[in-house]
């Protein structure tokens, strides 16, 4: 709705261009309702295995450093 009401007048009054330019608002808005959530929650996964990662390898240098003490 909100992408017709912004490109409408321009279109009746032949201004193409600036029709173009007043949809990318409202394009950005739908783009980022539909992929953002999916994008946030991948990076946050991404985060956690990450840092899953480097807890693993810390308990296994520390580990190996206990072993050398010994």
């Not at 980022?32 to 296994?60: K, N, T, Y």
Request: hydrophobic residues 45%.
């Amino acid at each position: 709705m909100t992408l017709a009401l912004n490109v409408a007048d321009p279109l009746l009054s032949d201004d193409y261009g600036k029709a173009a330019f007043d949809a990318v608002g409202p394009v950005l808005l739908i783009g980022w309702a539909e992929v953002g959530p999916g994008m946030l929650q991948s990076i946050s996964q991404a985060g956690r295995s990450r840092q899953a990662q480097l807890l693993a390898v810390s308990h296994e240098h520390r580990a190996y450093e206990m072993s050398e003490r010994s």
